[in-house]
């Protein structure tokens, strides 16, 4: 203990003290991270999983360190991005493909390598002038519970191009196509 401490003691002691416990304290505040705040973290959340920490901090008057917490800790919630998918295929264009992918392993295994060779190969995609929700932009609060969430590409845009490319065991070939905007399916 230091000097100074030491005169302290003896001072309170002089004024009256006679106990050499600690009085109570006020100490640490009360955390805000009742059950009931957590289950209104919680329903806020799931009302709208792309609420950031900042704006449930301002909702229920705490710190950010203080809704992190509720929000990582107690509950559970991870920020994730939407995985991007062309577009959504229904089961017959799921069966379809695989059909096909099937047709073409029986004819390899048929035909070996010469049926490569044959094989011409195209695709298509539309460029769209626009630029599309980030994957930043779409980060929203998943519970390790709940599916992924996904975002579909396919949106009205202003104009597009076309870009196709064909593929073939000797040549590559890759073209665009200009569109005339949304009038171009």
Same mark, same amino acid.
């Not at 559970?76 to 995985?83: A, L, N, P, Q």
């Not at 390899?108 to 060779?117: I, S, V």
């Given at each position: 203990m230091s000097q100074g401490r030491v005169y302290e003691w003896v001072e309170r002691f002089r004024n009256g003290r006679q106990n050499v416990s600690d009085e109570h304290r #006020?100490? &640490?505040?009360?955390?805000?991270a009742s059950e009931t705040v957590k289950q209104q973290v919680e329903r806020r959340i799931r009302d709208y999983r792309r609420v950031t920490v900042d704006e449930n901090a301002a909702a229920f008057n705490m710190s950010h360190g203080s809704?992190?917490?509720i929000v990582h800790n107690d509950l %559970?919630? &991870?920020?994730?991005? #939407? &995985?991007w998918v062309p577009r959504q295929l229904s089961d017959d264009h799921k069966r379809a493909r695989q059909t096909i992918c099937q047709e073409h392993l029986d004819r +390899?295994?048929?035909? %070996?390598?010469?049926?490569? +060779?044959q094989i011409v190969t195209g695709d298509e995609s539309w460029v769209y002038h626009y630029e599309p929700e980030s994957k930043r932009? #779409?980060?929203?609060?998943? +519970?390790p519970s709940s599916p992924a969430n996904k975002?579909?590409?396919?949106?009205? #845009?202003?104009?597009?191009?076309?870009l196709a490319i064909f593929l073939g065991c000797q040549w590559p070939y890759i073209?665009?196509?200009?569109?005339?905007?949304?009038n171009c399916d």
């Open positions: #006020s100490g &640490r505040p009360v955390s805000v809704a992190y917490n %559970g919630y &991870r920020k994730v991005c #939407s &995985r +390899h295994a048929c035909e %070996g390598d010469t049926f490569l +060779h932009q #779409s980060m929203q609060w998943k +519970h975002t579909f590409k396919t949106q009205a #845009s202003a104009g597009k191009v076309m073209g665009a196509f200009s569109g005339k905007g949304s």
